[in-house]
Nanobody, 114 residues
């Protein structure tokens, strides 16, 4: 059984910062691709960032503002979000694929006020 639990969301003013965490349980994910997605009200879920053994990748809308990282000892992935904008408001989800099956966390709400 794979479980992903996000935390760290909240309400922040534009220009502020938040750090999201995604704790993985059930498996060791140090070699797995881990990703963050987000879904704003009335919009489709969209890719934000990923981290793999080969490096990181970001959506153009967050590049230069967000940083994805991982702590393998804690089996945790982080998303440091700086210079937040109102358009970053969404539920943020972490996800991974294990044996061909995608797993998603329950999501954490990020609200950026203008």
């Amino acid at each position: 059984q794979v479980q992903l639990v996000e935390s760290g969301g909240g309400l922040v003013q534009a220009g502020g910062s938040l750090r999201l965490s995604c704790a993985a349980a059930g498996r060791t994910f140090s070699s797995h691709v881990m990703s963050w997605f987000r879904q704003a009200p009335g919009k489709e879920r969209e890719f934000v960032a990923l981290i793999s053994s080969g490096g990181t990748n970001y959506a153009s809308s967050v590049k230069g503002r967000f940083t994805i990282s991982r702590d393998n000892a804690k089996n945790t992935v982080y998303l440091q979000m700086n210079s937040l904008k109102p358009e970053d408001t969404a539920v943020y989800y972490c996800t991974t694929v294990f044996r061909g099956i995608p797993y998603w966390g329950q999501g954490t709400q990020v609200t950026v006020s203008s």
